[in-house]
């Protein structure tokens, strides 16, 4: 991989890095940019996954000259991560916060999250989700879901995926 990145240099330290971004979530669940930043990183895992699927010498062929291999390149990517959000499909909505927050506006991006909320309220998020608690919403299909929850969804699908890919 590139080495634009520190020490993260594979997936699994990029891993490493989203179970970092989740424990700062756990701390502070009402933090945009924990949230985002959760995200951004649960997301782009699927990235460093798919160029883990090729070798060295297939990376260089498709840097040297993208424009021939971008088509196909973009279909496999896209397909592989069709393949990963069929699995997770939390992992859609953080696809779409991703985007949300890097574009001002979306126009090629399809998604299923509505809109977000950072929601105020009278009890803090230890309460029960029955009380009126601060949290972060994401509106999907005009239901109300819990970013907490969806970030715990997401966290379980990439720990039970590095379980499987380490013990293969």
């Known amino acids: 991989m590139e080495n634009l990145s520190f020490d993260v240099r594979d997936s699994y330290s990029f891993f490493e890095k989203?179970?970092?971004e989740f424990k700062e979530l756990e701390l502070n669940p009402t933090s945009t940019r924990t949230a985002i930043n959760f995200s951004m990183t649960a997301f782009h895992l699927t990235d460093w996954l798919y160029w883990e699927t090729k070798t060295e010498n297939e990376i260089k062929e498709i840097k040297g000259d993208y424009k021939i291999f971008r088509n196909k390149m973009d279909k496999e990517l896209k397909d592989f991560v069709s393949e990963i959000k069929s699995s997770c499909p939390e992992i859609q909505?953080?696809?779409?916060?991703?985007?949300?927050?890097?574009?001002?506006?979306l126009f090629r991006h399809t998604r299923q999250g509505d809109s977000t909320l950072k929601k105020g309220g009278g009890f803090s998020p230890g309460f029960n989700k029955g009380y009126n608690i601060q949290c972060l919403l994401v509106k999907v299909d005009?239901?109300?879901?819990?970013?907490?929850e969806i970030a715990n969804k997401?966290?379980?699908?990439?720990?039970?995926?590095?379980?499987?890919?380490?013990?293969?």
């Open 93 to 105: 909505i953080v696809h779409d916060i991703t985007n949300g927050f890097k574009h001002a506006v």
């Open 142 to 148: 005009n239901k109300e879901l819990h970013f907490d």
């Open 154 to 168: 997401v966290m379980m699908f990439w720990e039970r995926y590095f379980k499987v890919r380490i013990k293969g």
């Open 18 to 20: 989203l179970k970092d």
